[in-house]
Structures are given as structure tokens and as C-alpha cells.
């Protein structure tokens, strides 16, 4: 048994990102006891490796309300955890080209302005004025909402883990969930590489590993592991200042600033599922395509660096919260299909008050895994 780890506790959360830790916080604060566990060090699996976009800029009206909530606590998070995490709000503009998708957003910014998110739509020119980068050729308009922008994934870790500490989370790094004492479909342990934990209730906040962790509790969660890539330019010199974060819609090509220059990734249509932790160049192409359609100007721009992570994907590219139906007091956030680290400050409150019987700030039921079961998909249209 390890020293850090409990022999009891009244919750085990499993998995050390921004939902977990954001979850662990939320509940230690209201005065409940909570050990999280991580296999590797907290914000290690995806967390880390997200380009670190915030927005509330969706077509779902719960997405929007959480995104909307995140950000005021990013706009805080220094005087809420006395850590900077080097937010930069530009805003972000999605880029079209397709007449249905100008519609698409035209709906999504009116739902969104409804829910009191400053969206608009842009013309070409206008686009093209808040990214001087960007070829307008074909565009049809754009969408842009300037409170929205990125920060640092490692710092709002480093945020929420401390937090989570000073308020009586135990947060033990390293130690991977083994095993499940289930009886008569009542969660009565959870073991874990360091030994075992007596508990009744369990958070699966575990990203891409969810599918396994949930199996060792009996409980199905469709998520799927599917590798993203990013790379980081090397300095542009005369790089435009203040740049949102910018998405040609239909391609998926994305940048915004990063350090002297930028960051940059696209979705490959044609990665395939899986554990891959590794980089390799096979998706280059398709990039510099995507470039040098969009973006002609950074064509020639080199690579200085870049990293691989993993999306945690559900078959509707939306989310998987709430509480299993086969297994007392399995609860779940996960699945968020790239929108876990900008939704995790809300998340974290609503898994508080799912495992305190409450009534969450934002309705989560169509978010509930049995949607599958019922063919009844839910999803979200702005998936980048």
C-alpha cells in the first residue's frame, strides 16, 4: 500500500487531467473525501497535449453555457489559484466556405448570442483584416468571437492539482486503476497498482483509457483513442500581432500564436484508432496542403517542433457525463472528442454536484451514454 494512498475514501477519481483534477477540486472544497488516481503524472495522458483553445463558440446549447463558464474562470484562474496560465483571448474565427456550414454557424451564433456569447458573423474582408494570413479565395464569411482565445494546458493543471491539495484532495500520480470490487452492482473498492481503496463511488474522468477503465467496472463507455498531431513553426519575422485563433471550417487546419511563431494541426481523416503515442510525418501533406490553400503565406514556413496526443472520441463527437445505470455510483466525464480541457472548469462542478445528488448549473441528460443504446446520437457540429 502506498503511503499517499488511503485505505478509504467516500470518492476515487480516476485520472489526472483537467477533468479530473477540476472534478477532485470541486469536490474536496465541498468537504467530501476524494483520492484520484493517474497512471502517469497528473495532465500527462491528453491535457498537456492539447493546443490549449477556449471558446464557447458551439452549436450545442449545454456546450455553449459550459464553454461561456469556462472561460470567466479562466479570465480568474490567477486570482481564483494564484497561477498564471498565460491567457491570451484574440478570440477565434472559423472560416467558410460551404453555403450549409455558413448556415450551420448563422443558427450557432444566433443560439449563441441568445445564451449571452458576444459571436458574430464576418465577412471575407473582415476575416481576412483579423488574420492578415489567411487567402480569402472561395470564403463566404466567417465567424469570430473575440472573448474566446488559448492558454497553457501544464499551468492550468499545476492550478487545479494545487487547489485540490490545499482543499483535502489526495492526488496520487502514477498509479494505475488494476481491478474493481463490484458486488451485487455496488462499487465497493477500486484497486489500483499501490494497493486498494474501500469506496462507493468512482468518477471516470480517464480520457482515452476510459473504454478500459469503465470494463473493470462493468460499465460500457463508447471512447475511442484517436491520435492528433500538432507542430509549432519556427519564428516568422513580421508575424501580425494579435491573431485569433483561426480554423478553415472544412478542412480543419487551425492555427494560432505560439511563442515567435505558430501552432498548428489539422484532423487526418485518415488516422485510424488507437493507443499511438508516436509522431510520424504521414499526415505532412495534407497539412501543407491545407496551407497553402488557406494560408499561402506560411507555406514555406519551417517546423521547429511538434508532439502527438490523443482525442478521446465518441461515435457523436460529444461528450459521455453522468452515471451508469448498470453499476451504483459509476459516474463519468469523458469522451469530449477535443473539448475536454476548455470545458473542465465546468465539468468539475457538475461532477460535484452529480455525486452530491444535486441539481447541475447547466442540464447534462443528453450528454447520459444510454443516448447510444436509444439511437439517439447528440452532436456537436463545431468539432475541431
Given at each position: 500500500?502506498?503511503?499517499?494512498?488511503?485505505?478509504?475514501?467516500?470518492?476515487?477519481?480516476?485520472?489526472?487531467?483537467?477533468?479530473g483534477?477540476?472534478?477532485?477540486?470541486?469536490l474536496a472544497?465541498?468537504?467530501?473525501?476524494?483520492?484520484?488516481?493517474?497512471?502517469?503524472a497528473?495532465?500527462?495522458?491528453?491535457?498537456?497535449?492539447?493546443?490549449?483553445?477556449?471558446?464557447?463558440?458551439?452549436?450545442d446549447?449545454?456546450?455553449?453555457?459550459?464553454?461561456?463558464?469556462?472561460?470567466?474562470?479562466?479570465?480568474?484562474?490567477?486570482?481564483?489559484?494564484d497561477?498564471?496560465?498565460?491567457?491570451?483571448q484574440?478570440?477565434?474565427?472559423?472560416?467558410?466556405?460551404?453555403?450549409?456550414?455558413?448556415a450551420?454557424?448563422?443558427?450557432?451564433?444566433?443560439?449563441?448570442?441568445?445564451?449571452g456569447?458576444?459571436?458574430?458573423?464576418?465577412?471575407?474582408?473582415?476575416?481576412?483584416?483579423?488574420?492578415?494570413?489567411?487567402?480569402?479565395?472561395?470564403?463566404?464569411?466567417?465567424?469570430?468571437?473575440?472573448?474566446?482565445?488559448?492558454?497553457?494546458?501544464?499551468?492550468?493543471?499545476?492550478g487545479?492539482?494545487?487547489?485540490?491539495?490545499?482543499?483535502?484532495?489526495?492526488?496520487?500520480?502514477?498509479?494505475?486503476?488494476?481491478?474493481?470490487?463490484v458486488?451485487?452492482?455496488?462499487?465497493?473498492?477500486?484497486?489500483t497498482?499501490?494497493?486498494?481503496?474501500?469506496?462507493?463511488?468512482v468518477?471516470?474522468?480517464?480520457?482515452a483509457?476510459?473504454?478500459?477503465?469503465g470494463?473493470?467496472?462493468?460499465?460500457?463507455?463508447?471512447?475511442?483513442?484517436?491520435?492528433?498531431?500538432?507542430?509549432?513553426?519556427?519564428?516568422?519575422?513580421?508575424?501580425?500581432?494579435?491573431?485569433?485563433?483561426?480554423?478553415?471550417?472544412?478542412?480543419?487546419?487551425?492555427?494560432?500564436?505560439?511563442?515567435a511563431?505558430?501552432l498548428?494541426?489539422?484532423?487526418?481523416?485518415?488516422e485510424t484508432?488507437?493507443?499511438?503515442?508516436?509522431r510520424?510525418?504521414?499526415?505532412?501533406?495534407?497539412?501543407?496542403?491545407?496551407?497553402?490553400?488557406?494560408?499561402?503565406?506560411?507555406?514555406?514556413?519551417?517546423?521547429?517542433?511538434?508532439?502527438?496526443?490523443?482525442?478521446?472520441?465518441?461515435?457523436?463527437?460529444?461528450?459521455?457525463?453522468?452515471?451508469?445505470?448498470?453499476v451504483?455510483?459509476?459516474?463519468?466525464?469523458?469522451?469530449?472528442?477535443?473539448?475536454?480541457?476548455?470545458?473542465?472548469?465546468?465539468?468539475?462542478?457538475?461532477?460535484?454536484?452529480l455525486?452530491?445528488?444535486e441539481?447541475?448549473f447547466?442540464?447534462?441528460?443528453a450528454?447520459d451514454?444510454?443516448?447510444?443504446?436509444?439511437?439517439?446520437?447528440?452532436?456537436?457540429?463545431?468539432?475541431?
Amino acid at each position: 500500500m502506498s503511503p499517499l494512498l488511503p485505505a478509504r475514501t467516500d470518492v476515487v477519481v480516476v485520472g489526472g487531467g483537467v477533468i479530473g483534477l477540476s472534478t477532485a477540486y470541486h469536490l474536496a472544497r465541498r468537504g467530501v473525501g476524494v483520492v484520484l488516481v493517474e497512471m502517469g503524472a497528473l495532465g500527462s495522458g491528453s491535457t498537456c497535449k492539447a493546443a490549449g483553445g477556449v471558446r464557447a463558440q458551439f452549436s450545442d446549447p449545454a456546450n455553449i453555457v459550459m464553454g461561456r463558464h469556462g472561460l470567466s474562470v479562466f479570465e480568474r484562474f490567477g486570482e481564483l489559484f494564484d497561477q498564471q496560465i498565460d491567457l491570451v483571448q484574440h478570440g477565434y474565427l472559423f472560416v467558410l466556405d460551404d453555403p450549409a456550414d455558413v448556415a450551420d454557424f448563422e443558427r450557432a451564433v444566433a443560439l449563441q448570442n441568445s445564451l449571452g456569447v458576444e459571436s458574430r458573423m464576418v465577412t471575407a474582408a473582415e476575416a481576412q483584416r483579423l488574420a492578415p494570413v489567411i487567402s480569402v479565395d472561395g470564403v463566404l464569411g466567417a465567424a469570430y468571437s473575440p472573448r474566446d482565445g488559448h492558454c497553457s494546458p501544464e499551468s492550468v493543471v499545476l492550478g487545479y492539482a494545487r487547489a485540490a491539495r490545499r482543499a483535502g484532495a489526495v492526488l496520487v500520480p502514477h498509479c494505475r486503476v488494476t481491478g474493481a470490487s463490484v458486488v451485487d452492482g455496488v462499487v465497493r473498492a477500486v484497486h489500483t497498482a499501490a494497493g486498494s481503496i474501500a469506496t462507493d463511488t468512482v468518477v471516470c474522468c480517464a480520457g482515452a483509457w476510459s473504454r478500459p477503465v469503465g470494463a473493470l467496472f462493468g460499465v460500457d463507455l463508447p471512447v475511442d483513442p484517436l491520435r492528433r498531431q500538432i507542430v509549432v513553426t519556427e519564428p516568422i519575422p513580421g508575424r501580425p500581432a494579435g491573431m485569433p485563433m483561426t480554423i478553415d471550417f472544412t478542412t480543419t487546419f487551425y492555427f494560432h500564436d505560439e511563442g515567435a511563431g505558430l501552432l498548428m494541426g489539422l484532423s487526418d481523416p485518415d488516422e485510424t484508432v488507437g493507443f499511438k503515442l508516436g509522431r510520424d510525418d504521414a499526415w505532412l501533406p495534407r497539412l501543407a496542403a491545407a496551407v497553402e490553400r488557406r494560408a499561402p503565406a506560411l507555406a514555406e514556413v519551417g517546423i521547429a517542433s511538434g508532439w502527438a496526443g490523443l482525442y478521446e472520441v465518441t461515435p457523436d463527437h460529444n461528450a459521455l457525463v453522468g452515471e451508469a445505470s448498470e453499476v451504483s455510483r459509476f459516474l463519468y466525464a469523458t469522451g469530449f472528442s477535443g473539448h475536454g480541457f476548455l470545458l473542465g472548469p465546468a465539468i468539475g462542478e457538475v461532477m460535484t454536484s452529480l455525486v452530491r445528488g444535486e441539481t447541475p448549473f447547466v442540464d447534462v441528460s443528453a450528454f447520459d451514454a444510454r443516448r447510444f443504446e436509444r439511437g439517439d446520437p447528440h452532436g456537436e457540429k463545431h468539432i475541431v
